[in-house]
């Protein structure tokens, strides 16, 4: 009988070829995770007991989930994360019954500092008055080849290797193209941007490109060898349709994206996978992706207008993988009962997992208000049908 590695296990999901089961992923990414409440929860329900818990992404306030733990739900994943830089350090403020904390591309975010979820967007560099190639010029960019982002990361990769034999992933680190810009700008801002000045708003998202090139280039330099997936994110749907007409996409978007995925996969001598996390209903544009070269869709929103896991297979399922779209997280997962839970997975499983092309994972990361009930029961079910015959 074959035995397979996690590594082998995704690789020929990539492929699109079956192997003994469904890969699974949980926390290889800042999108395929879990809120720092429920793996706190989920761990108690399992008589898992932690001393330390790190923060994965400190705005959504997901979990690292520990390596003991990752073996044990037999994740096949790993995610390499890139470090902050070394003239930049996370500093957390406190004032008026918030905390607060300023990235280092100068947007300040702040959370309730009692039951407070999730950090959100409270200040934005660029957002005063108009725009001008001047202000973006001058404006102090991070580097994005900054190689302190990537310190002990070999050392890590090496272990998993050694060890566990994962498929390995690395994860941008915020200059999204097309949604850091609304960050920069604010959100009403730069979609006034992109209606009234395009060439200025594509300026900015040219900066952007600049910078993950620069730190594309350095990780796959320096790590190049022990990564199969590059993850980069734009979300460009909404629970109804897409943020922008695909029009739009396609004339602003889609070319910069073009650029970026086809100069990661020029500079790396090995084949590498483009994985795109996109929320929402993308269907419209999803030829589109799979014409830049976008190999892996993510989080597969399935509750989103024309996101259906049947539709979707049958009609992208040769050329995409689909990453995530294993259970409903905004009604079933934290709402539904265990066995609404299994018959969904069940389902999930059923339309995407045949000839390969799936990895499980739930729609986006699992939310704080999730019963650890039925997150075992998620993995129950994948465990159970997520075998190949």
């Given at each position: 009988m074959v035995q397979f590695t996690s590594e082998d296990r995704v690789k020929l999901a990539l492929s699109h070829?079956?192997?003994?089961?469904?890969?699974?992923?949980?926390?290889?990414?800042?999108?395929?995770?879990i809120h720092i409440r429920a793996y706190k929860n989920l761990l108690s329900y399992l008589g898992i007991k932690k001393d330390v818990f790190p923060f994965l992404d400190m705005v959504q306030q997901t979990a690292q989930i520990h390596e003991d733990v990752l073996q044990k739900l037999k994740v096949d994943v790993r995610g390499l994360i890139s470090k902050a830089p070394n003239n930049w350090e996370l500093k957390l403020l406190k004032k008026d019954g918030y905390k607060y904390f300023v990235s280092e591309f100068g947007i300040t975010w702040r959370m309730p500092e009692h039951n407070g979820y999730y950090y959100d967007p409270l200040d934005s560099p660029l957002s005063e008055g108009s725009i001008s190639k001047e202000k973006i010029d001058s404006y102090v960019w991070p580097k994005g080849n900054n190689t302190s982002r990537i310190a002990g990361l070999e050392k890590q990769a090496k272990n998993w290797l050694s060890d566990v034999r994962p498929a390995i992933l690395m994860e941008e680190f915020g200059a999204e193209i097309f949604d850091a810009p609304f960050w920069l700008r604010g959100a009403e801002n730069f979609y006034m941007d992109l209606a009234s000045d395009?060439?200025?708003?594509?300026?900015?998202?040219?900066?952007?490109?600049?910078?993950q090139m620069e730190y594309w280039e350095m990780v796959i330099k320096n790590l190049g060898e022990y990564?199969?997936?590059?993850?980069?994110?734009?979300?460009?749907?909404?629970?109804?349709?897409?943020?922008?007409?695909?029009?739009?996409?396609?004339?602003?978007?889609?070319?910069?994206?073009?650029?970026?995925?086809?100069?990661?996969?020029?500079?790396?001598?090995?084949?590498i996978y483009i994985f795109l996390h996109s929320c929402g209903s993308v269907y419209e544009i999803i030829p589109d992706f799979?014409?830049?070269?976008?190999?892996?869709?993510?989080?597969?929103?399935?509750?989103?207008?024309?996101?259906?896991?049947?539709?979707?297979?049958?009609?992208?399922?040769?050329?995409?993988?689909?990453?995530?779209?294993?259970?409903?997280?905004?009604?079933?997962?934290?709402?539904?009962?265990?066995?609404?839970?299994?018959?969904?997975?069940?389902?999930?499983?059923?339309?995407?997992?045949?000839?390969?092309g799936y990895i499980f994972n739930p729609v986006h990361n699992i939310q704080l208000d999730v019963p650890p009930e039925n997150i075992v029961a998620m993995w129950e079910t994948w465990l159970e049908f997520g075998k190949y015959k």
């Amino acid at each position: 009988m074959v035995q397979f590695t996690s590594e082998d296990r995704v690789k020929l999901a990539l492929s699109h070829h079956e192997a003994d089961y469904v890969p699974f992923d949980l926390g290889s990414t800042a999108n395929t995770g879990i809120h720092i409440r429920a793996y706190k929860n989920l761990l108690s329900y399992l008589g898992i007991k932690k001393d330390v818990f790190p923060f994965l992404d400190m705005v959504q306030q997901t979990a690292q989930i520990h390596e003991d733990v990752l073996q044990k739900l037999k994740v096949d994943v790993r995610g390499l994360i890139s470090k902050a830089p070394n003239n930049w350090e996370l500093k957390l403020l406190k004032k008026d019954g918030y905390k607060y904390f300023v990235s280092e591309f100068g947007i300040t975010w702040r959370m309730p500092e009692h039951n407070g979820y999730y950090y959100d967007p409270l200040d934005s560099p660029l957002s005063e008055g108009s725009i001008s190639k001047e202000k973006i010029d001058s404006y102090v960019w991070p580097k994005g080849n900054n190689t302190s982002r990537i310190a002990g990361l070999e050392k890590q990769a090496k272990n998993w290797l050694s060890d566990v034999r994962p498929a390995i992933l690395m994860e941008e680190f915020g200059a999204e193209i097309f949604d850091a810009p609304f960050w920069l700008r604010g959100a009403e801002n730069f979609y006034m941007d992109l209606a009234s000045d395009p060439k200025i708003a594509c300026y900015l998202m040219d900066k952007m490109v600049e910078i993950q090139m620069e730190y594309w280039e350095m990780v796959i330099k320096n790590l190049g060898e022990y990564i199969s997936i590059v993850r980069l994110g734009d979300d460009l749907g909404t629970q109804n349709t897409t943020r922008i007409s695909p029009e739009m996409y396609r004339k602003y978007i889609k070319p910069r994206q073009k650029k970026l995925f086809s100069f990661i996969k020029k500079v790396s001598n090995k084949k590498i996978y483009i994985f795109l996390h996109s929320c929402g209903s993308v269907y419209e544009i999803i030829p589109d992706f799979i014409e830049i070269g976008v190999d892996i869709l993510n989080p597969v929103q399935i509750s989103a207008a024309n996101m259906d896991s049947k539709k979707l297979k049958k009609e992208f399922g040769k050329n995409l993988t689909f990453w995530g779209g294993g259970v409903d997280t905004q009604h079933i997962l934290p709402k539904g009962t265990t066995q609404q839970v299994r018959d969904e997975v069940k389902r999930r499983l059923d339309d995407f997992a045949p000839g390969g092309g799936y990895i499980f994972n739930p729609v986006h990361n699992i939310q704080l208000d999730v019963p650890p009930e039925n997150i075992v029961a998620m993995w129950e079910t994948w465990l159970e049908f997520g075998k190949y015959k």
